[in-house]
């Protein structure tokens, strides 16, 4: 059974500075993997997909990397701000759409 | 704007009730999911559908059922409420091309108080 754990479960920064979140799974025979943004009270959003072949991804101040291997995968922002401050989820495809979530990462950037 | 809506936003229920959550979604995408989010537990996948009368069970299904009657929709019915699906449930979608799954878009969230 797929497991995806992420760490740290809580992160308080100040604004201005580079971040990486992390993101491990144990099974790496996986079709795809999300990272997704959630603020309070809201759906999920969608931030970037990487596929299996891929080793990474880009969107303006994020960069999302993937490392089948190892069951790794990092999100990386950069220049964080105070508009950062949500849960990220990073999720994995093994089967058929279907997506194993971890339980995220509480974001925090103090202006 | 394409689009993926959930509703009731909220509801408060007592056990042994029937409950229908509907989700609509105008992206036309082929693949529909429901989750419930937990404190603990993170998303976990209740029921799914890849088109038009499939349907099919996911990790938490017990007590859930779906019906895909069309593309747009996917309700959840919840036969016989119970205070442990006390929970937020989330809609989702996506669409498949070939091999590749597409991005997950997800609604709102429909908050199920069970009492």
């Known amino acids: 059974k797929q497991e995806v754990t992420q760490i740290p479960a809580a992160l308080s920064v100040p604004e201005g500075e580079n971040l990486v979140l992390n993101c491990s799974f144990t099974d790496s025979a996986i079709y795809n993997l999300q990272w997704f943004r959630q603020d309070p009270g809201k759906g999920l959003t969608s931030l970037l997909l990487?596929?299996?072949?891929?080793r990474e991804q880009t969107s303006g101040r994020l960069n999302a990397s993937l490392d089948k291997s190892s069951g790794r995968s990092t999100l990386y922002i950069a220049a964080s701000q105070p508009g950062d401050s949500a849960t990220y989820l990073c999720a994995v495809e093994t089967s058929g759409s279907r997506l194993t979530f971890g339980e995220g990462t509480q974001l925090t950037v103090n202006p | 704007d394409a689009e993926i809506t959930q509703s009731p936003r909220h509801k408060i229920t007592e056990t042994g009730r029937q409950v229908t959550l509907a989700c609509h979604q105008t992206w036309n995408h082929n693949n529909m999911f429901w989750y419930r989010q937990d404190l603990g537990h993170g998303l976990r996948l209740i029921h799914y559908?890849?088109?038009?009368?499939?349907?099919n069970k996911g990790e938490v299904s017990d007590g859930y059922s779906v019906s895909r009657s069309n593309t747009e929709d996917l309700p959840l019915t919840l036969e016989s409420a119970a205070s442990s699906q006390t929970s937020v449930y989330f809609c989702?979608?996506?669409?498949?091309?070939?091999?590749?799954?597409?991005?997950?878009?997800f609604g709102e969230g429909s908050r199920l108080t069970v009492l």
């Open positions: 990487i596929q299996s072949s891929q």
């Open positions: 989702a979608s996506s669409e498949s091309t070939g091999w590749l799954s597409g991005e997950l878009f």
């Open positions: 559908s890849y088109g038009v009368q499939d349907t």
